[in-house]
């Protein structure tokens, strides 16, 4: 799995690139069922919203064989590696819900003001690698992105600790303002399977989903072997303290599993 030097380009210029349907339906299917398992357990790594509706689940990769494979994929891990010209490890890994009707925000931020903050990252050399669960459409709660926003460095933020219920350091709406006026907002949308990736410092947020339809992102972030964390503040299910670099799987491997469970499922 390489990016061509297009693709590089445009993600070097724009801080972002989508490629739609990179993993198959049978694919999302297997993941999507596995997703809903791990929401309905009760375990630390299952945050909720206000509501009671899940939120997100970190740490899949840990405690799910589907997850612990899709976290191992060449698909997402090469490129990464790619980009930053070094191997990766798993800094964190989550899955968010925005759940039908309930699905809250997501303020504006930029990640790496969190992993900087929180987690004592040296330098935005880590990336969200994001696998559309659900069809991702412009009514749902797409995340919408500013381009270019990523040359703007690590910005001033305020740790918002109580619009929703996850902790977040968030920019104020004249910086946001003003960075939308100089590359505007994109929302990518499209089906199950499409893989988002976005730098670090990618000013980016979400609205809430009043939808009958729920909008299951997973979340990879990828940290260059070399950027590893110096002062982690937050639980290790959060912020993983396992600097060991990726081995990838092969490239059916998920195919395989997924067919496995379907079949001793019949």
Known sequence: MKLTPQQIEFFNREGWLFLPELFSQEEVDYLA???VSIYDADRPEVWREKSGAPR?????HLYNEAFGVLGAHPR??????QIFG?????HQYKINAKSAFTGDVWQWHQDYGTWKRDDGMPLPRAMNIAIFLDEV???NGPL???PKSQHAGDLKASHDLETTSYPLWTLDEETVTRLVKEGGIVAPTGKA??????HGNLVHGSAGNITPYPRKIVYLTLNAVSNYIRTPTRPDYIAHRDFTPIQTVEDDALLRLARAHRQAAE
């Open 33 to 35: 069922r596995e997703a």
């Open 193 to 198: 399977g499409g893989m988002l990736m976005f």
């Open 76 to 81: 997402m891990i090469e490129p990464v590696e």
């Open 137 to 139: 459409m412009p009514i």
């Open 144 to 146: 919408m992105l500013v």
């Open 86 to 90: 070094e191997k990766v490890y798993m």
């Open 56 to 60: 997100t689940a970190f740490a899949a």
